[in-house]
Structure formats: C-alpha cells, structure tokens
C-alpha cells in the first residue's frame, strides 16, 4: 500500500502542476519535498491547508469530505474511529494534488484505556510508569487513526482554583519538565514515522497555569524573569524533547493575546527555542482576539494570527475567508501563509502521511470487529500505574491497610461513579468499562466478606451547580442525583455504619468540578458531604476517607475527623481495583504529591518554592511583623512532596563530598535510606537546592532531583545525586542564565519540608 500511495501522490503532482516543476522531489529530502509540492499549490489549497476543523454539528460530515476533496481543509479533530476516519482521507486522495489529511484528538491521560489524570501520574513521581501510560496512549490511538494529540499540558498550575489544574502535572518546575520530556517521547516513539507513534503538541502555550484568580481563559500579567525560571521551562522541555506541535493558549500574556504575540511565537519560539514545528491555536482562539480587544473585526484578528504565526486555525471561520483579501490588499505578505503551509505539510511528513496517508488508518477488513471491545484495553498496565499514583495522607493508628475479614460500610456519591473515576478529557474511555470502588473493593473481597454500601450524600445538594455541571451533558447528564431528602441519605448511611468495623466514604468532587471552565473559589468539599462525614464520625467507627478530585482541596477539618486519608484524585479505567488493592494492602502506596494542599482558599498561592523574603516567619517564634495571616497556621495542610506508606522510612544525615565545588567539578550528596518498617516499600528521596546569597531574590529551595526506592523491610540503601554548575544557575534581571560564585544548602528528605541539610561553596 505504501508504494502505491506514494506512487499515486507522485503522479498528482505532476500531473496537475500548476507553476512548473513536474517532477516531484524525491520524499527521502523533507524540505525538498515540501517546496516543490508548495510551487504547484494554488492559494486556496494553501489557505485549506491551515484549517482545522471540529467534526461536529456546524459542519456535517458529508459537508466535510466535500470540503476535503476540493482541498479546503487540512486536518480535523473529534473523529475517532477508522470508520469515521476512511472516508475522509478518501477524500484528500481525490483532491488535485492528493494532500493527505491529519486527523487529532485530545489524548491526555491514555485513549480507550483510561490512565490516571496527569496530576495524579505526576504524583506517581515515577518516570517509567508515567511513560508507560503515555506509550500505550499512543498506540491506543494511532490503532484507532489518530495522528496528533493536543497533549502534554505542562502549564505550571500553583492556584488550584483553576478547574485545568487536573490536566497538568502540578506546581513544580523541574518536576513537570521531566514529565515533559518524558510524555512527548511516549506519544512520538522513537520516530513519528511509526505506525504506532503520534505526534505531541504541547500545550497550552504559554503561562496558562496563571490565569488571575484562577479564572479559566483570564489574563497573565508576569515578570519576564518569572516567566523563564518557572513558567516557560516545561514547553522548552518538551519542545527539546522533539515535540511536533504547540497548541497557543487562550491567555493574554502581560497584554498580548497569545494568539496574536509576536514576542512569544516569533521571537521566543521560533528564534530563541529554534521550534520548527506547527503551531496550532486553540478553539475559536482567532475569533477571540475581536473579544479581547485587539482586533476590531475578523479580518484583522485573522491578520494579527498569521503575522504571529498561528499555523493552523483550530475551528477555523476566519483564515479560509480573510486571508485572500488580506493578501491581494498587502497587509500580510505571501511568505506569511508559505511559512504557516509548510509548518502543516512538514508535520504530515514528519508523521510519515505523505509515504503512506493510510498509516494509522490501515485496511478496512483490518478493522477491529468491535471498535469498543474490553479486549482493545490494557487494564492490567493501568491498575498498576494507577496504584503507584494514590498518595496516602494520613493513617492514624494504623487504620490502613483494611483486614479483608472486617465488616466494612462504602458510603459516599463517589463510590459508584464509573463516569468520574475516569476524569476529565478521558478521550474515548468509556464509563461502563471503568471499575468503580465499590466493585473493585467487592472483588477484593470476595467470599471472605460483604461490603455494605450507603449513598450517604449527592455530589453537592446546590442545584444550581449540578445544573452547570451538566450544561453541556443534558442529553445523558453525568452528576444525576438521589431524589431522597439529604438528611434521609444520611440517616441510611449512619445506620449503616453504626454496625460496621470501619466505614470508606468516597468524597470529593465529580470529574466535572475538575475541568475547563471549571474554576472554583470554595475548595472545601460541598457541604452535604461534609455533613455527612460530621455525622460518620460521630457514630465512633474509624473513619477512611477516599478523596477524589482533580485539584488540592481544603480539607482542614475532614483531617481532623478521619483516621485515615487516601488521596485517589481520578485514578481511570481501573481505578475502582488499584484503590482496592491499597486500602486492603496488597499494595503498598509510594505516591508523593506534586503540588501543596492549602489549608484554606485565603492560602493560595501555597508553592513550597516561594522567593526568600525580608520578614520571614519562623513556626514556634511570634509572628508579629512577619509575612504570615494571623488567624491560622502559616504554611500548607500537606506540603509538596509528601506522603506516607504502610512502612516507615529513615534518612541519614548527608554527606557531602566536597564543600567546594568548581564550574567543572562535581560534588556528590549521598544520603542512606532505611525501611525501618515491617513491610516492602517504596518512597521518593527528594533533592532540593537553596541559593543563599544572589544578586537577585533566589526561592528557599527548589527540586533538582529525586529517585524513586524500592527497600525490603529492614533494607537499607545509599541514595547518591550529583550536583554540578548547571544545577545551580538561574535566569538574572538580564535573562542571562548563569550561576553565581557563592553558598548553597543542599537538602535531601522524603517530602519537601522535612530534610536534612548541608552546605559548600561555588567557587
């Protein structure tokens, strides 16, 4: 097949040149390829090349192949299936020069299979799991068509007021850069070209992550210096990492829509960063730019995208109708729309279309029988992935791990919630093939016991939520309530418990609560469900509490009722079985979070990476006349980096071996790690770096490294890290990156507040 497509692309082109240059470039030299093709294109196939379109209502899909076929569109989104696909790359091969199409989707935390939201894979701190996840993501959709996913979102995310928190890997800027890297080479493989590879778009670029006030879509206003040591490195990361594509934020940054930001497209991503890649924009984000107030109509919003260099327009109303009259009046140049054309024509190469458009589409008779079949998942990959994410925050007593022979009471709204374990943006999973708690506890179980389970609560009893919640889902809403009265929902719950061992309350959020445009200004669970724990409590049972969300929630007083806390956030498509497999031990939980849990919304922002500053307080000194609030405890109910296990974990102090260190020398922090419990474990040793002394304002630590450990009970292992220059600079006022002579105190421990600490001088 991959003979006869090129053979027929080859034929097309020189057949229909229109502007000399018959034969066609040989497909083995990239560039050469994509010139001579762009010489025999006319205007309108150039412009149709830079539309992106949404399968969906406003454009039906015998609409769409028409379209295709006359040359008019370049790619589309939200077409899943072979089936679905087939047709339409049909059509690109009736077109004049047989450009074929690219077909995307968001694909942000696995495909069919469902894998943990990114946030709680980020709190796996384990690359090879993170990796995993991403890996059979990518084959999961190139089998099913899929040439482009509008993923990694790196976007730094330290208000979790903002609803897109879940879709990001936290707060950390070394640690979402790794994950980063780590995510574009799962999706891309060793090479695009691979039938089973996808190419990455990193989003959303850029500073998405610091809306103001964690309002989604809001503006960004940031200090240039801000924004390369903290906010910027993720992208960079991933575009090192190979990324073909960068999806444009919907953000203003400092008062330039992203869309329309020269600074931010040209001058940082293509000529700083050297990107060659293809920039798309977000959602109708070229329409916006009238809304945000710097275009006064369609015509000059479509001019300020091109001049930026946004690409591809996404949804696209406005390339296909403005740029033709934009180029014949003079105000953009040809070259802006040659230079968008080959950004599109050099991603379709790089994906390996133009050697074969039929790629990820393959034969029909090849097609799975049945498209959604259980078989087609890989469930025992994401149980696993998912164990390694759940973060146990408290265990008083031991009350974790559950014995199997207990008499155990399930209550919450989230217990049987299949649509919620899976998350937002879960892709193509589907709810009736993701295990809930309930099921997955049942199975655990067995015929050793019986779990008996209570609603207790609805996800919240304000109408006026759920009615948001399901706005854009009335035809099969996803929050549907219990009509009983609240209190009669409790009462059913209480009694319940009242005869049990121990009660497991699912509480949380639905998936829908932790989504775009879901921004929420009380963090606090809905206070239904907090009066139904109130009332668990008081039945004198032990009381675990399941969380589940898509962000740090403010949880002060549930930790002081509970005895035990797992954080389970949207743990996928077996998410009921891996939580199951923790609460009862038959894993041991190892996750770490990677972004601090406020004890209230008057907290945020609570990062532990916080700049040095004049009046700091000091926890067991007054606090008067120090930057702390008077009226609660200063510092975060959770810090970055903690959690607990079924064992327990020592750390030595650290040895250093050189308290100097040269620009081209190396020292190495050694410390030991001990399992000092009864039980096999893992846990995360955490490296962080402090800048002393600068000639700016340095954070009181930030993250420079960390290995994941596996000890035997009564193991115990030396854990090295080694620190060189490049791990010590930084951007100054002048964004020259550099490290400057002077001290720094290195820190090792198990979370980011508890360390031990040593120090040497940079010569």
Same mark, same amino acid.
């Given at each position: ?26 497909? +083995? ?5 994509? @010139? ?32 295709? #076929? ?13 089936? !679905? ?39 796996? *701190? ?6 995993? @996840? ?8 190139? #089998? ?17 007021? *903002? ?24 999706? =891309? ?83 700083? *960063? ?10 109708? #984000? ?34 296909? /109708?403005? $740029? ?38 393959? /034969? ?96 919240? @009893? ?51 609560? @932790?989504? !775009? ?17 109130? #009332? ?32 389970? *956030? ?90 100097? $260190? ?19 474990? +893992?846990?995360?040793? =955490?490296?962080?770096? =402090? ?10 630590? !930030? ?36 490290? +400057? ?23």
């Amino acid at each position: 097949m991959k003979k006869l497509c090129l053979l027929s692309l080859a034929i097309g082109l020189a057949s229909h040149s229109v502007m000399a240059d018959a034969t066609p470039a040989p497909i +083995e030299n990239k560039d050469a390829f994509v @010139s001579n093709l762009m010489k025999q294109m006319t205007l309108d196939e150039k412009i149709g090349q830079l539309r992106l379109i949404s399968i969906g209502p406003e454009m039906p899909r015998e609409m769409i192949r028409k379209e295709i #076929a006359a040359g008019n569109i370049g790619g589309t989104f939200n077409s899943i299936t072979r089936p !679905e696909n087939r047709p339409m790359q049909d059509a690109a091969m009736r077109s004049r020069l047989k450009i074929p199409m690219f077909f995307a989707y968001d694909v942000i935390h696995g495909h069919r299979t469902i894998f943990p939201i990114p946030l709680a894979l980020a709190s796996s *701190w384990d690359m090879d799991a993170i990796g995993l @996840s991403g890996r059979i993501a990518a084959k999961e959709a190139a #089998a099913d068509s899929l040439d482009i996913t509008f993923a990694p979102m790196v976007d730094i995310s330290r208000d979790p007021r *903002w609803g897109r928190t879940s879709e990001g890997f936290g707060e950390d800027t070394y640690l979402v850069s790794r994950i980063a890297q780590v995510m574009v080479k799962a999706y =891309q493989g060793t090479g695009l070209i691979g039938a089973d590879n996808i190419m990455a778009s990193v989003k959303h670029f850029a500073l998405y992550g610091a809306v103001e006030g964690g309002r989604d879509y809001n503006t960004v206003d940031m200090s240039p210096v801000k924004m390369y040591q903290d906010y910027l490195p993720p992208y960079r990361a991933a575009i090192d990492a190979g990324a073909g594509g960068v999806m444009v934020a919907l953000n203003s940054i400092n008062g330039i829509p992203a869309t329309a930001n020269l600074w931010l497209m040209q001058d940082l991503l293509r000529k700083e *960063w050297g990107f060659k890649g293809l920039a798309v924009s977000d959602h109708g #984000a070229i329409f916006e730019l009238i809304k945000h107030g710097v275009a006064r109509d369609g015509r000059e919003a479509a001019k300020l995208a091109i001049k930026a260099g946004i690409a591809m327009s996404m949804n696209d109303t406005l390339y296909a /109708k403005e $740029l033709p009259g934009l180029l014949k009046s003079g105000e953009i140049e040809q070259s802006d729309i040659d230079n968008a054309v080959r950004e599109v024509l050099g991603a379709k190469y790089d994906m390996g279309l133009f050697r074969d458009p039929y790629l990820r589409i393959g /034969k029909a008779e090849d097609d799975p029988v049945d498209t959604y079949a259980d078989s087609r998942l890989h469930r025992a990959e994401a149980r696993d992935v998912a164990r390694r994410s759940l973060v146990l925050l408290k265990n008083h007593n031991e009350t974790l791990p559950l014995k199997k022979s207990a008499n155990i009471v399930l209550v919450g709204p989230l217990a049987k919630a299949p649509i919620d374990m899976m998350g937002s943006w879960a892709a193509a999973g589907r709810p009736a093939q993701s295990v809930t708690l309930f099921d997955g506890m049942t199975r655990a179980l067995g015929d050793q016991a019986t779990l008996h389970y209570a609603r207790g609560a609805n996800i919240t @009893s304000d109408k006026k939520v759920v009615d948001y919640l399901n706005f854009l889902n009335f035809d099969a809403p996803e929050v549907v309530d219990d009509p009983r009265p609240a209190q009669a929902l409790i009462d059913e719950a209480v009694k319940a418990a009242q005869q049990a061992d121990v009660i497991v309350a699912a509480v949380g959020e639905s998936r829908g609560m @932790s989504h !775009e445009s879901s921004s929420r200004t009380d963090l606090n669970l809905p206070a239904n469900q907090r009066e139904l724990i109130k #009332a668990l409590k008081a039945t004198g049972k032990p009381l675990v509490l399941v969380l589940m969300n898509g962000r740090p929630l403010t949880i002060l007083e549930e930790n002081e009722q509970a005895d035990a806390i797992l954080e389970t *956030w949207f743990s996928g498509t077996e998410g009921g079985n891996a939580i199951a497999d923790v609460l009862f031990g038959d894993y041991n939980p190892s996750g770490k979070l990677p972004i601090s849990f406020p004890r209230s919304v008057g907290q945020i922002p609570t990062y532990y990476n916080h700049l040095t500053i004049g009046r700091p307080f000091t926890p067991g000194k007054p606090g008067n006349y120090t930057s702390q609030y008077f009226d609660d405890t200063t510092g975060p109910l959770y810090p970055f980096g903690y959690g607990l296990s079924y064992t327990q974990f020592s750390l030595s102090e650290m040895a250093l071996s050189s308290t100097t $260190l040269n620009k081209t020398g190396k020292i190495d922090a050694s410390v030991t790690v001990k399992n000092t419990g009864k039980r096999d474990g +893992e846990t995360v040793v =955490q490296l962080y770096i =402090q800048d002393e002394t600068g000639s700016m304002i340095r954070p009181i630590k !930030e993250l420079k490294g960390f290995q994941k450990v596996l000890l035997k009970a009564g193991e115990q292992k030396v854990v090295h890290f080694s620190i060189e220059e490049d791990d010590l600079k930084f951007y100054n006022t002048q964004l020259k990156y550099a490290a +400057e002579p002077g001290k720094f105190n290195v820190q090792i421990g198990l979370d980011s507040e508890a360390v031990t600490q040593q120090s040497f001088e940079l010569l």
